[in-house]
């Protein structure tokens, strides 16, 4: 059937929204990667209204009704901020998690019945102009896919524009449309059939449905609109050829240089003494600034690039009583049950509910704020004038952890680990597991500066996880089968890096280590210091000012999470330890010669490189339309049901991140380049990967990712371009010793 064909087909390429607990980058794109780039382009900039490339769009939009409401009554009803806020005033109440004193009385219904329910009932639509809005909806039918199928023959749309319309409804409210998403995903994880976007899509189509019958003005203008959904002009197509080669160019420009910093042979490794310390750290590139750092304090260091959850999937109580939480790439669902047993947190929740409950019930919110208003005063004085170090773990990183897990189960997820990890021999005497956290004040986003390997949570949990799992005794026995030999005296410790001000949270471990773990701090902070704005302060200035910022309420960017991110590196250590990457890169460790299957190269590019393209792809939009794939003035947040940002007191869900997150009020600090990944593979096994993974397939042919191929012996580097590996040339790349740091441009329209 068309409609259904072209619901389904419009709802699949709407991206999910996670909300704010969890908060976790998504590629707004998601679900177009089947498209070629270019293409996707013509889509989104047709459908969203939306800017997907630097330089002036010139792509036709698909209009909706109350679109056309815009055009011929510009200065009465505004027909698409009203339809936008009566679905989000509607969907705040349905979906709001605990904000609201009083509930939706209709929660135990449908999305859709719900909504009925509640437009049957209010006459804010009436009074907005649309007769009869509320006796209209009233005889609609319970089943959302007949009110969309009577609404598309009512408006008499072409069949062969159906998708494109009802892709228009969906992006004319991408951040309500990403939440049910989101919903709807997450149940499909859980094995759960959902068609809660088909009912919101009914929600959106109704109200264009009651604007079109409003005038027969409204009727005739459409009548000429509905005939132009699908159209597409060929100047339109070369517009965006020209505008997205000028992207590939200034793309080709950053892989240039940073393969003239990696590319040649590697000095002939030497099985020779034991490092001191071995540190594992997540493949964030905040991790590559620290790593260079903590590595200069001695050549006795080695630091280990792997995913930030450290390969477990946990889920996760800190207390007893209190919801479980999903410690894993949101791709994954959690394998393994941890749990910390305190009781202390349980409390502290009660107390805090406690008090959420007094200061928000009707009876007591205007007194409270006579009250204890004054005494609010003194908590942001403290707030605006802290110096110390905020401590990010939720519970002592040395504090012990269950695990439930049988001891089989324990051995063969402990060798798979450290396989995936590449180390399995020559264990220092500490192998330090970091996670890694942020800490900021008054940021609704504050999650999406925490790991996205743990889904959108501080790494804590992991370390302490896997450290727990690596010193196990009867683990170690069973490791030795596996050809695995962990020293007597090597011991796994747990610690978490808080990116925000360079410190590392860490238990018991030697005074040395401790000292090179600060001193990798203070190097850190001063390199990162003058893109916060900090150049020219003396160093304990600059140490101070940091930590400040991490407990300033009022700071906007307490750090610059992720933004400059631009290409992932999966090769030995070896092949970056000397090249300064500006905390641009993913750097995810990998030796093709001990991976002799495959499997672990298959693991990189299924999983930890999609991931990094979500971050970057988020990063991109973010700073090519910020208006539209970001989330605007952060200044202007107000939280929403405790799970999303309204910009101002309503309208849409924000999507992604703030403008503040990209931008440091003069310029842009992220430059939009689609991520570019280098992997010291065999092009051969790279082939093979591509060929039995279709999505990963699709992200490299259709140009969302951009791979080069670096060998092993000769360390030449080949790009691959239109389905064969083309070498670089030396004279194309830049030498060893270039800085590649720097945002080269500001590609940004």
């Not at 709802?11 to 999910?16: L, S």
């Not at 965006?240 to 892989?255: G, M, N, S, T």
Request: hydrophobic residues 45%.
């Amino acid at each position: 059937m068309p409609v259904i064909s072209a619901i389904v087909n419009a709802c699949d390429r709407v991206a999910p929204l996670w909300p704010l607990t969890h908060f976790v980058a998504v590629n707004p794109f998601v679900g177009m990667t089947e498209l070629p780039f270019e293409d996707a382009v013509a889509l989104v900039e047709r459908t969203g209204h939306a800017q997907m490339l630097p330089g002036p769009s010139r792509t036709t939009r698909a209009r909706s009704v109350a679109d056309l409401v815009d055009e011929l009554t510009p200065s009465a009803m505004n027909g698409h901020a009203f339809v936008v806020d009566e679905i989000s005033k509607w969907c705040s109440s349905y979906f709001d998690q605990g904000q609201a004193a009083w509930p939706m009385p209709w929660r135990d219904q449908s999305l859709w019945g719900a909504w009925k329910a509640a437009a049957c009932v209010d006459a804010n639509a009436e009074l907005m102009g649309i007769a009869s809005f509320r006796a209209r909806v009233g005889h609609l039918s319970d089943d959302p896919v007949e009110v969309i199928a009577a609404a598309l023959s009512e408006l008499g749309v072409p069949v062969e524009a159906y998708d494109t319309y009802l892709l228009r409804l969906l992006m004319s409210t991408p951040g309500w449309s990403g939440y049910v998403q989101y919903r709807v995903r997450v149940r499909q994880m859980a094995g759960t059939v959902s068609d809660e976007l088909t009912q919101f899509l009914a929600i959106r189509i109704t109200y264009d449905m009651a604007l079109h019958a409003a005038t027969p003005s409204i009727q005739r203008a459409w009548d000429v609109a509905r005939g132009q959904l699908a159209a597409s002009r060929a100047d339109e197509s070369a517009g965006i050829a020209a505008r997205h080669r000028r992207l590939a160019d200034a793309e080709y420009a950053y892989q240039a240089v940073v393969a003239g910093s990696i590319a040649g042979p590697l000095a002939a490794r030497s099985e020779q003494t034991r490092p001191d310390l071995q540190a594992v750290f997540c493949i964030d590139v905040r991790s590559e600034v620290f790593r260079r750092a903590l590595e200069a304090q001695s050549p006795t260091i080695q630091t280990i690039g792997f995913a930030g959850f450290f390969g477990l999937s946990l889920e996760y109580c800190a207390d007893q009583g209190a919801p479980a939480e999903s410690r894993c790439p949101v791709l994954l669902s959690p394998s393994l049950e941890a749990n910390d047993a305190s009781p202390a947190p349980r409390i502290a929740r009660w107390f805090e509910d406690a008090w959420h409950s007094f200061r928000t019930s009707a009876p007591s919110c205007f007194s409270f704020v006579e009250a204890a208003g004054l005494g609010f005063g003194a908590v942001l004085a403290k707030a605006t004038t802290s110096r110390g170090a905020q401590t990010r773990a939720e519970v002592p990183m040395s504090a012990p952890l269950t695990l439930n897990l049988p001891i089989g189960d324990r051995v063969a997820l402990a060798a798979t680990l450290l396989r995936n990890m590449g180390l399995t021999r020559a264990f220092a005497k500490v192998v330090l597991l970091c996670g890694h956290g942020s800490t900021s004040a008054n940021n609704p986003y504050a999650s999406s500066l925490d790991c996205g390997a743990c889904g959108g949570h501080a790494g804590d949990a992991n370390a302490r996880a896997a450290a727990t799992l690596l010193n196990d005794p009867w683990v170690r026995f069973g490791l030795t089968a596996a050809n695995i030999v962990i020293p007597a005296d090597t011991t796994f410790v747990a610690a978490l890096h808080n990116t925000t001000t360079d410190d590392v949270e860490v238990g018991d471990i030697a005074p040395t280590i401790a000292e090179w773990l600060a001193a990798a701090g203070r190097a850190a902070r001063r390199e990162r210091a003058a893109a916060l704005g900090l150049a020219g302060l003396g160093d304990n200035q600059v140490d101070v000012a940091v930590r400040r910022r991490s407990a300033d309420w009022s700071c906007v960017r307490p750090e610059w999470g992720l933004a400059g991110n631009a290409a992932f590196i999966a090769a030995p250590r070896a092949r970056t330890r000397d090249v300064s990457l500006g905390g641009r890169a993913f750097l995810h460790e990998y030796d093709a010669a001990a991976d002799t299957t495959g499997s672990v190269l298959e693991l990189i590019m299924t999983a930890p490189m999609v991931v990094a393209s979500w971050i970057n792809l988020q990063y991109y939009a973010s700073t090519i339309d910020n208006a539209r794939f970001g989330s605007g003035n952060k200044v202007l947040h107000n939280v929403v049901g405790a799970f999303g940002v309204w910009q101002g007191n309503s309208g849409d869900l924000q999507v992604g991140l703030p403008l503040q997150s990209v931008h440091d009020g003069a310029t842009f600090r992220h430059e939009p380049l689609r991520l570019s990944v280098f992997l010291e593979a065999p092009t051969a096994r790279i082939d093979g990967v591509l060929r039995r993974n279709t999505p990963v397939r699709q992200l490299v042919a259709n140009h969302w990712v951009c791979l080069l191929a670096i060998d092993s012996e000769t360390g030449d580097i080949c790009r691959l371009s239109d389905g064969r590996w083309v070498t670089m040339t030396p004279s194309a790349m830049g030498s060893r010793n270039s800085v590649v740091g720097a945002v080269t441009s500001a590609a940004v329209a």
